[in-house]
């Protein structure tokens, strides 16, 4: 069902709490057959037809559904009955999240950076908080004396609203996950969201998510992403709810907004542009800038769209000061920014204050960017798994970017064989899958040109070895193989978004320096996942935790021997503290089994997810490092 309007979590829980208790054991099938009532569109309403007798009509304000009185059903049940319930089950929910518009404090313009980049680590936490939150209480706040913000009484109810609904959708798994746990989550949000928990809240808004795409069986549901989110909001949540929060309160809360500071005068030069698509439903573009020193500066463009936006993204106004550039033109020329403020991560904001004018930019190999590539190749991947851990807020501008020297040694599809002046080979991979971008064909491209020398800006694949998701390239000048760009492009290929032609390839007598084909891995052949097999096995448990919930661990077979034997002595005891709390029932008095709070079987759980999580990632950055 398309053409609902979104309705916010408050008029969900509403809803459900006015439905009988008998009924309430009916939502899910009745939301399976809301999928097919056809909707219509009117003058300030939209109208769902139920059948001959029987209509759903909501009254939006401002696009949104905010009240439960504007949920309407014509039918002598209503208002509590089961066909409301199941059309504002269908919608999508409105999580009143704030836009992030990048702005200075003077009324600036928004920038439409509210999302983030769709990266592997989609963790969003705290940024430096510049003024309490919405809804937040003076003393939840730092008192200026450099002492930690305390967290006030309904803040830590919030945090243990969450907690407990999320320990109860770990016991259900997504298969028992229906519209009544989703909608406790979403309420559970609402009021910790309110309450300033703004960390805590985005985990649960992801989660409601995944739990509904993995219901309806969409496409985008990644179990993998869904156990993450789980981690993290139980993480989050646990340190949050006690009197003494363990780790720091202000990055546990996190904020609404960036805090942007005002910036002395910038000269930018700039380095790529990337197309961006999230799962979130957010698309657009970010712009990489380096200034003098060589630090990393991002420009974005993110709204609500699909790839189809991202595609025209590129050729958007960047919206900082007047400058009248293009993201694709911003990419090769440069900026001279003035009044500027910018987060602390160097996303740069917008407003009125701003003033921006085109400067010339400079090639790759030339200064300030020519730095960039002269970093060992060790130490950028020491510095790219650092900022993978850290939550998206946090994480400096183009931190998780590699900037290396390749040769081209072949290629298969999409997938190109590249090696690097210390004898290191890397597999190079679409940063996006999508046909609307030119990422697959120019990719293919690339793989015909043996024995190119060129400068790769990608993004690293913290879960596979040595693989690189590449984001622009440029040739390294000399004879043989090689590229040939137009002067237009000035030196370099935005792969999201130029178009590589057969007949800018430039052969030569270069391919001699290319290792036999018998001594490269076929490129053919996926590369296989980092880590320890047997850290496998346990993310596995961890992640069949998620899908079908307590019970398939209580019925699951034992596999600490194989991790004691790998000498993971600590995630086979984490293992098999969390079987024998999945196994645990209570008994009363009379021997008759009771039901426990499900809390024990969770900490388990999330103590054996964090293990794995910090355990997976020590042994990706090893296996990169020599």
């Not at 069902?1 to 009988?20: F, I, S, W």
């Not at 996006?432 to 020398?453: F, K, M, S």
């Not at 097999?533 to 998620?546: D, F, H, T």
């Amino acid at each position: 069902m398309t053409g609902l309007p979104p309705v916010t979590a408050p008029v969900l829980a509403e809803a459900l709490e006015a439905l009988p208790a008998r009924l309430r054991r009916k939502v899910d099938d009745a939301v399976v057959r809301a999928g097919g009532w056809p909707v219509t569109g009117t003058a300030g309403a939209v109208t769902v037809r139920v059948d001959e007798a029987t209509t759903v009509t909501l009254v939006p304000v401002d696009g949104v559904v905010r009240r439960a009185a504007d949920a309407r059903c014509s039918c002598l049940l209503a208002p509590n009955c089961l066909h409301r319930m199941a059309v504002l089950a269908l919608a999508p929910v409105d999580d009143g999240v704030p836009v992030d518009d990048g702005a200075s404090v003077d009324d600036a313009a928004p920038v439409g950076d509210a999302a983030p980049p769709p990266t592997a680590d989609r963790t969003v936490g705290p940024a430096a908080v510049a003024d309490p939150p919405a809804g937040v209480a003076g003393d939840a706040v730092a008192d200026g004396t450099g002492s930690p913000p305390a967290l006030t009484g309904r803040q830590r109810a919030a945090a243990d609203g969450l907690w407990r609904v999320g320990v109860a959708v770990l016991e259900a798994g997504t298969v028992g996950c229906g519209v009544v746990l989703r909608t406790a989550l979403l309420r559970a949000v609402h009021e910790a969201r309110v309450n300033g928990l703004h960390r805590a809240a985005t985990s649960g808004t992801r989660v409601a998510a995944g739990l509904r795409a993995a219901r309806d069986g969409e496409s985008q549901h990644r179990l993998a992403d869904l156990t993450d989110d789980l981690r993290e909001l139980l993480s989050v949540s646990r340190r949050l709810r006690g009197d003494t929060p363990a780790g720091d309160p202000g990055a546990l809360l996190g904020t609404a907004r960036r805090a942007y500071d005002p910036q002395a005068g910038l000269r930018l030069y700039g380095l790529c542009t990337v197309p961006v698509v999230a799962d979130s439903g957010y698309a657009g573009v970010v712009t990489y800038l380096a200034d003098r020193d060589g630090r990393l500066w991002t420009v974005a463009d993110l709204a609500p769209g699909d790839v189809g936006r991202a595609a025209g993204a590129g050729d958007a106004t960047v919206a900082v000061g007047e400058s009248g550039l293009s993201h694709r033109q911003l990419t090769r020329a440069g900026l001279v920014v003035s009044g500027g403020t910018a987060s602390e991560s160097g996303q740069l904001g917008a407003g009125r204050a701003v003033r921006a004018a085109r400067a010339a930019g400079v090639g790759w190999a030339d200064e300030p960017l020519a730095g960039l590539w002269a970093q060992p190749l060790p130490e950028q991947v020491r510095r790219a798994f650092g900022a993978v851990a850290l939550p998206l807020p946090e994480r400096p501008a183009g931190a998780d970017l590699l900037f290396v020297t390749v040769r081209v040694l072949g290629g298969h599809d999409h997938t190109v064989l590249a090696g690097t002046d210390d004898g290191a080979v890397l597999t190079l991979t679409v940063a996006d899958e999508h046909t609307a971008l030119p990422h697959r064909a120019n990719l293919r491209l690339l793989g015909q040109a043996v024995g190119a020398r060129l400068r790769l800006v990608g993004r690293l694949d913290p879960t596979r070895r040595a693989t690189v998701q590449a984001l622009a390239v440029g040739p390294v000048d000399g004879d043989g193989p090689g590229l040939t760009l137009p002067q237009s492009w000035a030196g370099h290929v935005d792969l999201g978004y130029d178009r590589l032609h057969a007949s800018q390839l430039r052969t030569g007598d270069g391919a001699g320096a290319v290792p036999p084909y018998d001594r490269l891995p076929d490129a053919s052949v996926p590369r296989p996942r980092l880590g320890d097999p047997a850290l496998g096995l346990l993310r596995r448990q961890v992640e069949r935790v998620v899908s079908g919930g307590r019970a398939i661990q209580a019925l699951a077979d034992p596999t600490e021997r194989t991790l004691r034997l790998a000498r993971l002595d600590l995630g086979a005891h984490l293992l098999a503290a969390m079987g024998s709390a999945a196994r645990a029932r209570p008994r009363d008095a009379f021997g008759r089994l009771t039901d426990d709070d499900g809390q024990a079987f969770a900490e388990s759980w999330l103590a054996v997810a964090v293990y794995e999580e910090a355990a997976s990632r020590a042994s990706a950055e090893a296996s990169w490092l020599p």
